[in-house]
């Protein structure tokens, strides 16, 4: 096994402190397996919340078997695009803290948002509802499960909004989960910083809690934090057109956001009965006579929808919508979803997720996802 605080494939671009390494050292180690570790990190924004989330991965899988991961950033997540709330299960390490890496979520829901400013009660009950499937498949074993059976730990990772409404929703979050590690990240701008202590509990709490503050890892010569500026927008594109590229064979050579754009452009769409499917606007009202128009050429949540799970249907991937025929009755859709899961899916969620620029601009094309001549509204 490799030593406590390195992984194995340990990033060579990335410094870890040594506080962080004491810091994921202590939730890995020097904790019971029973109940498992449950640990959110938090923290202003840009202060290395998804950098040490990563990072405490990695230790814990030198631990576990298996790990959760509930990302609930929905601008930058984690393992998966932009607009999502997920729970993953991870078995490997991740060799590269500095690069996200898209995996297929246990389960998902789609926000269809890049901030929970729009809909924060919502938002909080998708993590609730993915919270407590993690309770139920992985923590509330019955008398029968063998004595050796061990929980799944989890890991969450929470947005840099702390401010305000942002602090609001971090309270109930950390209320709802009553998780036994709290890592807060602080930075030097202290008016930024999360209040001291353990702020969401009441002061007659007494149960088990493990309340660690560590500092961003970047500082200056005067040990002022140095924040990496990142321009969101760019990053959710690269997201966004890293997960439309698994619609395609890895063997196929495509290393230009022009020439993705052109495969996509060219790429035969699945053909989707309108009359088997279900269109929820998220966000706001569409009136009937304008759905379609507000459908298409936009990018759409695939989810499966039940009465148990109407309110909360589970998500399986994305789409772009790239055209509807109303006469023939159909809805062409590109996704690396595979058939038999598409088949399955009865709902289409549009939010307000975009196609990213750099996929529309295709030569001899005012957009390659606009085809008046098969769209109808009538």
């Keep these: 096994m ?81 607009g999502f709330l997920s729970l993953t299960v991870v078995d490997e390490v991740t060799p590269d803290l500095t690069i996200p890496h898209l995996k297929t979520p246990e389960r998902c829901l789609f926000f269809g948002d ?64 009553a998780p036994n590690h709290v890592v807060k990240i602080n930075i030097s701008a202290e008016s930024k910083n999360l209040p001291c202590g353990a702020f969401w509990l009441d002061e007659d709490h007494d149960g088990m809690l493990n309340l660690i503050e560590i500092n961003s890892a970047r500082q200056d010569s005067f040990n002022r934090s140095v924040l990496v500026q990142k321009d969101a927008r760019l990053l959710r594109d ?59 050429a936009t990018i759409v949540g695939l989810a499966v929808s039940s009465e148990r799970t109407e309110d909360l249907p589970w998500c399986v991937g994305l789409g772009i919508v790239r055209g509807i025929d109303t006469f023939k009755g159909l809805v062409y859709v590109i996704t690396p979803v595979p058939r038999g899961t598409l088949e399955k899916v009865n709902l289409l969620l549009q939010g307000f997720i975009q196609i990213p620029t750099g996929l529309l601009q295709v030569q001899g094309c005012i957009s390659p996802y606009m085809s008046a001549n098969v769209l109808s509204a009538s």
Excluded at 125 to 135: G, R, T
Excluded at 256 to 276: D, G, M, N, Q, R
């Design 238 to 296: 690269v997201r966004i057109m890293a997960y439309f590229r698994q619609c395609f064979s890895s063997n196929l050579n495509i290393t230009t956001i022009k020439e993705l754009a052109h495969v996509l452009a060219s790429h035969p769409p699945y053909e989707v009965p309108i009359s088997s499917i279900k269109i929820r606007h998220l966000h706001c009202q569409v009136p009937g006579s304008e759905i379609f128009y507000s459908l298409n």
């Design 2 to 82: 490799a030593s406590r605080s390195e992984p194995e494939n340990p990033s060579p671009n990335i410094y870890i402190p040594p506080e962080w390494s004491e810091a994921a050292d202590c939730i890995a180690y020097d904790s019971v397996t029973s109940p498992p570790p449950i640990a959110i990190v938090c923290g202003a924004k840009n202060c290395g919340k998804s950098t040490f989330s990563r990072y405490l991965l990695n230790i814990l899988l030198q631990r576990y078997k298996k790990v959760g991961y509930l990302d609930t950033d929905v601008g930058q997540p984690e393992f998966s695009p932009p």
């Design 114 to 177: 890049v901030s929970s400013k729009r809909n924060p009660t919502t938002y909080l009950n998708y993590i609730f509802a993915l919270y407590d499937y993690y309770q139920k498949e992985y923590c509330l074993f019955g008398k029968s499960a063998s004595p050796a059976k061990v929980g799944l730990p989890l890991v969450v990772n929470t947005p840099g909004w702390v401010k305000g409404v942002g602090y609001d929703i971090l309270v109930d979050m950390l209320k709802y989960m």
